[in-house]
């Protein structure tokens, strides 16, 4: 088993104790066997290893962990951005010019775009991704869209009621009925979690808790999109139904608050849904203070935000969320680990799978103080260089 060791660290972020503020520590050294963190600390205490990385004075942070990305899809919604940036508000009905592209798209197309969009996400920090279905809305086309996706992601999650599409309009119960019976029984061997848009215009609580009901039964773990645009069901339920993670959470009233401050449900929150829609944010503040878990993800989709960035989500956190830069880079990480229940990732801990990313910044600081910057020198995933 060969041994590396990392040197030339300005700052190294393990994250190995639970606490954010913990801080980073400064001329650190990392050592790394058979894909493995097997030491961090100071340079001076660092082990002897087979062989020596100098990373020349720069950051690491472990990689990113985006819990929530909807990525097989074809086509873009340019325009429809565009109109909303100048006084159309969004409404969940867009996702359906998106599933009349998809349908139409070949295999090796949503193949190549998903492709696309997974290195894009590596090149900028991050190293485990999450994927949804939710643009097929068929039994065949959902079924793709999940099989598409393990062949690219860690984690996939089957959401077929992401909307009801155009053809059922006039009868959503029938959808229901597909989504938690023949879809799901075509979709769950693909899937780690199944999810639902509980929100008006989508699915309501009743549909919703059937959903939740017969995905869990099928031994899916569960994760729900919840209170995006105006309060409602979604936050109680995916506590209530045990989610791994209740995702947007931008319009909070107290009991749902305490309610994920009570619960092993992570609130991830993603902000970059409200800069592209130009909505009010997630009150992280009150979240963080009542004791939930957070966690920032991207929400890459195009529709409501076409980002595969985490600094730019951590950028904005900082500045529009009041989160600390330490806040947000854990919730980047660990929070989107814990999002996807792995203590594996989304720390550099003896013992953590060796993801992480080289920052061109002596800080992991410089995330969210240089927005928009491509900081991410290089990413090491699995103890090897990705990309
Ligand atoms: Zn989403």
């Keep these: 088993m060969t041994t590396t060791v990392f040197t030339g660290i300005a700052e190294l972020t393990t994250h190995a104790d639970a606490d954010p503020d913990a801080g980073a520590v400064a001329d650190a050294?990392?050592?790394?066997?058979?894909?493995?963190?097997?030491?961090?600390?100071?340079?001076?205490?660092?082990?002897?290893?087979?062989?020596?990385?100098?990373?020349?004075?720069?950051?690491?942070?472990?990689?990113?962990?985006?819990s929530h990305a909807h990525l097989v899809f074809a086509g873009?919604?340019?325009?429809?951005?565009?109109?909303?940036?100048?006084?159309?508000?969004?409404?969940?009905?867009?996702?359906?010019t998106t599933v009349a592209a998809t349908r139409a798209a070949s295999d090796d197309a949503l193949r190549a775009n998903l492709k696309r969009l997974t290195d894009e996400m590596l090149r900028q920090g991050t190293t485990t991704v999450e994927c949804k279905s939710g643009y097929g809305l068929t039994v065949e086309d959902e079924a793709r869209a999940l099989r598409l996706a393990r062949e690219q992601v860690e984690a996939v999650t089957y959401l077929?009621?992401?909307?009801?599409?155009?053809?059922?309009?006039?009868?959503?119960?029938?959808?229901?009925?597909?989504?938690k019976g023949a879809m799901l029984d075509a979709c769950a061997p693909y899937a780690d979690y199944a999810d639902v848009f509980c929100e008006r215009g989508a699915f309501d609580a009743e549909q919703t808790r059937e959903i939740l009901t017969a995905a869990q039964a099928k031994g899916l773990d569960l994760r729900l999109h919840a209170n995006q645009l105006g309060n409602g069901p979604g936050v109680q339920l995916a506590v209530e139904f045990g989610a791994a993670s209740a995702d947007h959470c931008t319009f909070l009233?107290?009991?749902?608050?305490?309610?994920?401050?009570?619960?092993?449900?992570v609130a991830t929150l993603l902000p970059g849904v409200e800069f592209s829609t130009r909505s009010p944010y997630p009150d992280a503040r009150r979240l963080l203070e009542a004791g939930a878990t957070v966690a920032i993800a991207t929400d890459c989709n195009p529709g409501s935000c076409y980002t595969t960035s985490m600094p730019f989500c951590i950028a904005v956190a900082v500045r529009d969320m009041h989160m600390s830069p330490a806040e947000a880079l854990w919730a980047a990480t660990v929070g989107g680990a814990k999002a996807l229940r792995r203590d594996d990732i989304g720390h550099l801990g003896v013992g953590a799978r060796a993801d992480f990313a080289v920052l061109d910044a002596p800080s992991y600081i410089h995330l969210a103080y240089r927005p928009g910057v491509p900081l991410v020198h290089r990413v090491w995933k699995n103890g090897t260089p990705a990309g």
């Design 29 to 66: 050294a990392l050592v790394v066997a058979d894909g493995r963190v097997a030491w961090t600390g100071p340079l001076s205490q660092a082990p002897d290893a087979d062989e020596r990385v100098d990373l020349g004075g720069r950051a690491v942070i472990p990689g990113f962990v985006d």
């Design 76 to 96: 873009d919604r340019a325009q429809e951005f565009a109109a909303r940036m100048t006084g159309t508000p969004y409404s969940a009905g867009g996702i359906r």
């Design 160 to 179: 077929g009621a992401h909307v009801v599409p155009a053809e059922y309009k006039e009868r959503p119960e029938e959808y229901v009925d597909l989504v």
């Design 253 to 265: 009233d107290d009991k749902d608050i305490a309610a994920l401050a009570g619960s092993q449900t």
